[in-house]
Structure formats: C-alpha cells, structure tokens
C-alpha cells in the first residue's frame, strides 16, 4: 500500500465510529496488537519526552525504507503511536520528511486529547520526522 | 441539600461529549459558587481600583473589599489578629515565601528541614533551593503501610540543627489528615516552628490555627472556591516581624531612599506590589459557602455516604490498589491504581464519559516513587457531589477497567 492508501485505510476505520469511546476501543485494539518490544530497547535516548505516559521509538534502515517499533506503558497511547508507526513504516526518509501529518487532524485525534495528551502526540510525529530527517538506526 | 448546593454552581451543569460533566477534579482546583462570581464581578464592575494607594472614591471602594477579605480569613482561621493574614498569589507562593524569607533569616550551613514524603512538590522544592543555598539538609519523614505519617518517628529525625519543619494538614494524594496537633506539639518541645501547608486541610477541615499552634500556615483560594490567583499565608507575628521582606516593590515599604529604605509594617510588609484585588474579595463569599456546608447535616451525610461507599468499593476491589487506607482519618480523596490498567488510558477514557479525574504523579514524585509506582489515578470529591455521582463514578470505572484489561 502507498502511503496515501494507508491513511486512507485509517480515516475509513475511525469514521466507522461515531463515539469517542468507541475510537479508544479501537485504538486499546491496535495498542494490543503491536509486536513486542524488547525489553533492553526501552532506553532514555528512545523514550520520546513530552508524554504523560512513557513512550518509546526505535527505526530501521532497510533498503532506504524506515521501519519502526515502538511500546508504550498506556495502551491508548500505544494505539496511536501504532497507529502512527503502522502508516509511516516502509516509507523512505524523503516520504515522511515531505508529509505533513495532515491525517491526524483528519480523524480528530489532536483536538479530542486533551491539551497536555496532544501534546504527547505533537512529540511523537517530531520524533518520526526526526527519525527520518537524521536516519538514526 | 445537595441539589441546593449544587444550584449555587453554573459550572457544574455542564455537558461534555454529550454526557453530564461528573466533576471530580476538586483537589486540582474547585468549581466557582455564583456568589463568587458576583464578588468577581461585582469587583471589576464597580470597585476596580488599585488598593491602598489614591484618595478617590473606587480605591476606597476596592481597598474596603480586599481588607474585608483579610477580616474573614482571619476569624475563619481563628488567628489572633488581621495582620497576621499575608495575601500570596497561592499556596505555592506562600511557602516560597516562608522559604525564601525565614530561611534567610534563620537557616544556615549545616542547619535542617524536615518535610515527610508525602509532600506535594510545592512544600518540598521551595526547601530544597533553601537548603541548596544554604548549604542546608532536607531531611524526610515517612508513612506506614496505611498512608498515615510515621509520627513517631518525628522526634528522632529532630536535632539540634533543625531548623523548621513543613508538613501537609492533607496530602493531595493520600487523603488523611495528619496530626497535625501532635506534630506541632512535639517540635515546639524542640524549640522548632512548623509549616502547615494546608492547600487541601483548608478545604476539609475545620481549622483553628490557635488550637493547632502551628507557626504558619497556608492555603490557595482555587481550592477553595474562591477566584484563582489568591493565596494566604498565615503566620506568627513574632516570626513575620523577624524574617526580611519577600519581594521588594510598591507598598511594602515606610519610605524609600537611596541611603535606606525602611518597610511597612505586616501585613503589607509581605505584600508587594499590586495586589489581587478582584480575587481576594472572592475569598468572603467562598468562606461563606464553605461554612454554610460545613452546617448543612445533609450535606455532611451524603460526604460521609460518598466515602463509604468509594472506600468499600476501591478496597474490595482485588484489581485495585488504594493509598491512604486508614478510614478514620480520611477525607473523599482517592488515589489508586489498577492492575494491568494504566491510570492515563482509565483517565482518558472515563473523561468521555464525562468524568474529571486527575491521573499521574500529582506533584508528588518523592511520594510515587515511595509506593513504587509511575502515577496514579485519583478522584475527588466536593460538597457538590452527590453519592448518584459516586455510583456512576464506579460504574464507569468498571466498564473502563474491562475495555483494558
Ligand atoms: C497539598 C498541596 N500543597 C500545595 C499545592 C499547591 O497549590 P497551588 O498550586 O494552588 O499553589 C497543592 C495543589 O495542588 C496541594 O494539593
């Protein structure tokens, strides 16, 4: 899928929902699902600050595409930061560092957290574009 | 009644998503009665003017209301006299002031602070820049398995050296009201002074700081359904005339030269610069509602209900965890954790639910640190909030836990 069919995918299963509460259910889902992340990856330097709870990022180079893992302690914020992770994995550096995120606005995840959570969500798109602007491995 | 009271607050018949706003945030900061909003609005209206300072009409007007205010905290607390009552910006102010002003003046290298670790970070870091400065040592009291404070141990981790001690009448995230008496009563033994920090006792208890004894004591009025940005600071004459001023500025001073200035004497002493003076009047009709529900047995009944009935709920619950178990000395104030659910996934869910709660450290990361966990969750409880609320409370808190674990 292209990164476009991707988000795509993503606006279509949250407009499912028409209650909030639903979408979190959604999103605790997608926190469940996301593959296990080692443990002695948790470190201080993938920990993304500006979240209440703890959040960690970790990418991959493979043939010039970005891959990513990540973990949190909260599960709705492990559903997003997936949910993130899930749209920009395997795109190149040059795909992430032109998009502009617009796909979050688009199904109401920032304007439904409150200011500190979307806050948290603001560090984790830096840190993806941070990633993909350095190429940290 | 219950409803009546709640009448006294527009907030509170908010809607958010769709649903009945449950406020139970208070500990963070409280609704405002109407008859707080019409002392702030009455203010702006028709007495705003700077205070103290001009001879026209609205700064007599403004100066009345704001040095009212100073009579009503003085007989709500039962102090010995008006100009022992110092307006702060908040609690947070207050102990800054204290720490700042009496650790200038009687804090020195070598010399000891004592707070307990279940302090709220307002009464601990104001001590520690202190200490840093003075080459000084925070010492730390701790809690037993219930919550409670290991006030026998207070004694021992007296000296020579100690120079004040700071303790919460409640801790934010605890819930149980300190012996503060007691504590009191040991240190002055000892020749030490103690600091109350009662940003939550006020709200709570029933406070006389002539019968408690202590040497300060202090209090937001946000917590307290007064405006925000209004703060006391009550403290001893004999310590107030001694410790130097705070800040220096506009009316806290005799007369100012560049030879020598010399300052007012208290209260403005500590009063620097303008003043809340559309805020501090609030703290009358606030007081006001606090004692009118004091008096109300019903509505003490239905506090009384709301603890018992979260206190049962939460502890024979065997997913959750609740700190500060010692049912007789606690107020509706409930911090917990449940296992396998983070406390910010139940926050955020139960937010849309239209329930406010506070989740994570509270300002408390020596006391979180001390339970061994990242954060909690807490609910707390007004005289606004009705034992329906406490039902839904707990009902909800069920059908969040399920969607998580
Ligand atoms: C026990 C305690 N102390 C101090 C404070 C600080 O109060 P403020 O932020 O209003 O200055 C609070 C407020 O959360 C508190 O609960």
Redesign the pocket.
């Known amino acids: 899928m292209s990164l476009e069919e991707k988000k795509q995918q993503i606006i279509d299963d949250f407009s499912i929902y028409d209650e909030w509460l639903d979408k979190y259910e959604y999103l605790i889902e997608l926190g469940k699902n996301l593959d296990a992340f080692p443990e002695e990856k948790k470190t201080e330097e993938r920990l993304i600050k500006g979240c209440q709870s703890r959040v960690w990022l970790d990418s991959e180079e493979r043939d010039g595409r970005l891959y990513f893992t990540a973990d949190s302690d909260a599960i709705i914020t492990k559903g997003i930061i997936s949910l993130l992770i899930s749209v920009y994995s395997g795109c190149t550096k040059e795909e992430i560092a032109a998009d502009d995120f617009g796909f979050v606005a688009e199904i109401g995840l920032k304007d439904n957290l409150s200011p500190t959570r979307a806050n948290g969500l603001v560090s984790m798109i830096e840190r993806i574009k941070e990633l993909a602007g350095q190429g940290r491995q | 009644m219950v409803e009546e009271i709640r009448k006294q607050f527009p907030a509170l018949s908010a809607q958010v998503y769709g649903k009945p706003l449950v406020y139970l945030d208070n500990?963070?900061?409280s609704q405002r009665p109407q008859a707080v909003i019409d002392a702030w609005t009455q203010s702006v209206l028709a007495g705003n003017a700077n205070i103290h300072r001009a001879v026209h009409y609205l700064a007599g007007v403004a100066t009345e209301a704001y040095e009212g205010a100073r009579d009503s905290v003085q007989a709500f607390l039962n102090a010995p006299s008006r100009e022992e009552i110092v307006f702060t910006?908040?609690?947070?102010?207050?102990?800054n002031l204290v720490a700042s002003s009496f650790g200038e003046a009687f804090i020195g290298e070598g010399d000891e602070v004592l707070v307990s670790v279940a302090?709220?970070?307002?009464?601990i870091v104001p001590w520690q820049l202190v200490c840093e400065r003075k080459n000084a040592t925070l010492k730390v009291l701790d809690i037993h398995e219930n919550g409670t404070l290991a006030v026998e141990d207070v004694e021992k981790l007296l000296s020579q050296r100690t120079k004040i001690v700071a303790i919460?009448?409640?801790?934010?995230v605890l819930g149980l009201v300190n012996p503060v008496r007691e504590i009191v009563a040991v240190c002055h033994k000892h020749g030490i002074p103690v600091l109350v920090?009662?940003?939550?006792?006020i709200v709570h208890e029933q406070v006389d700081v002539q019968a408690l004894d202590c040497d300060f004591y202090?209090?937001?009025g946000?917590?307290l359904y007064a405006a925000?940005g209004t703060?006391v600071l009550y403290g001893k004459r004999r310590w107030l005339d001694a410790m130097p001023p705070y800040m220096g500025g506009g009316e806290m001073i005799k007369s100012v030269s560049f030879a020598k200035t010399t300052y007012a004497p208290l209260p403005e002493k500590f009063e620097a610069g303008t003043q809340n003076f559309n805020g501090v009047p609030t703290l009358v009709p606030a007081i006001r509602f606090v004692q009118a529900s004091r008096a109300d047995a019903d509505v003490q009944k239905e506090q009384a209900a709301i603890t018992e009935y979260i206190y049962t709920k939460l502890t024979e619950d065997e997913r959750i965890t609740l700190y500060g178990t010692a049912l007789e000395c606690k107020i509706p104030l409930f911090s917990f954790a449940v296992k396998g659910a983070h406390h910010e996934d139940l926050a955020l869910i139960m937010d849309k639910m239209g329930i406010a709660l506070r989740s994570g450290q509270?300002?408390a990361e020596p006391l979180m640190d001390r339970l061994g966990v990242t954060g909690l969750l807490r609910a707390s409880f007004a005289p606004y909030n009705t034992l329906a609320e406490a039902e839904y409370f707990i009902k909800c808190l069920n059908r969040a836990i399920d969607m998580l674990v």
Do not use: L, P, R
Not at chain 2, 89 to 95: D, E, F, L
Not at chain 2, 168 to 172: K, P, Q, Y
Not at chain 2, 197 to 201: E, F, H, I, P, R
């Open positions: 500990a963070a900061s910006s908040g609690a947070t102010a207050a102990v302090e709220h970070h307002s009464n919460s009448h409640i801790s934010n920090d009662g940003a939550q006792g202090v209090f937001s946000h917590k925000t703060g509270m300002c």
